[in-house]
């Protein structure tokens, strides 16, 4: 079935909640790479270091509420505690800790755990999903697909606060008081893709920035730039609308795709002012020719070819 876009994930009119296989999030993130490098002073986790039993179910349905209510980040926190759940030798101690003193809440740890090593570590986490602007050549220029965020200030919020935050003195004692173990290491997971023109997104580097340069990428077009995607001869192509809960797995939730036309996209996207997440597919038809009268064509399946985000025209304001 396909899946209609973030309009409806605004609007739903059912109310219903959302079911979503956390299994598949997690397999794609044992797969991903993290969107910077590690500095000096940030340690970066690495999924694909965790051991996980062999057995573990294929299957682990999460139901979340349906949006607005919705939350993208406590989705993938969800992803990563199903990962130490199916670890042989990685413990989770405490999640979403809220730090408080009497006189005011200090911020928030999103995790510790006791490693392999038995050493206790604080992992901050957070997934990302940035658009670099035309011409764009640094941090800065790489902003969130509603304009509302940017990744040279997640970054440095993440390295110069989050993760510092259990070194303090006053988080040290609120943790003590809890009787919990004081981290001796500190990590961070920043994950995601980073969005380029289409024009050229595949070949697009912004260097000297500390990205990483093995980063999961797509594409991002303007409505009035759709034509750039549309079929060409001899190549049919289609596409998913992802709803906001299958952008950490995209194109691992369908198994058997079956995408909207170019034309329902068009229809689709532009309606909506939000910006769309897609998957595009492409299949190519084959003649068989039987006699000079009689000819079969045989459509071959549906194959993924990257994701792209969809954005309307007035492109988002920088955030300051």
Known sequence: MSIVGQQDQYNHETGNPIEVDIQIDLDWLRQSQPLMLALPTVSLFVPQHITVESNTARTCLTTYPAQPAYRLGKHFEDCVEQL???????NIIAR??????PERTLGELDLIYENSEREIVHLELSIKFYLLNKAGTKLEDFVGPAGRDRLDLKWDRLCQHQLPLSRTESVLDFLAHQH???PSRRQLLLTGMLFYA???WQSTLVNHVGINPNHQRG????????????????LERGFIILPKWHWIGGPNHYSHPNPINYQTLIEQTTADSWPNMVLVYERAHTLHIHDADETDKAVKPWVFQHRGLILATKKPPLVT
Do not use: M
Request: zero cysteines; hydrophobic letters at 35%.
């Open 84 to 90: 130490f759940n199916a670890s042989k030798d990685n």
């Open 96 to 101: 979403n800790l809220v730090i408080q003193t």
């Open 180 to 182: 919990l173990p004081l």
């Open 198 to 200: 289409y024009e050229n």
């Open 219 to 234: 594409f991002w077009l303007e409505h009035h730039e759709l034509e750039q995607i549309k079929p060409i001869d001899g």
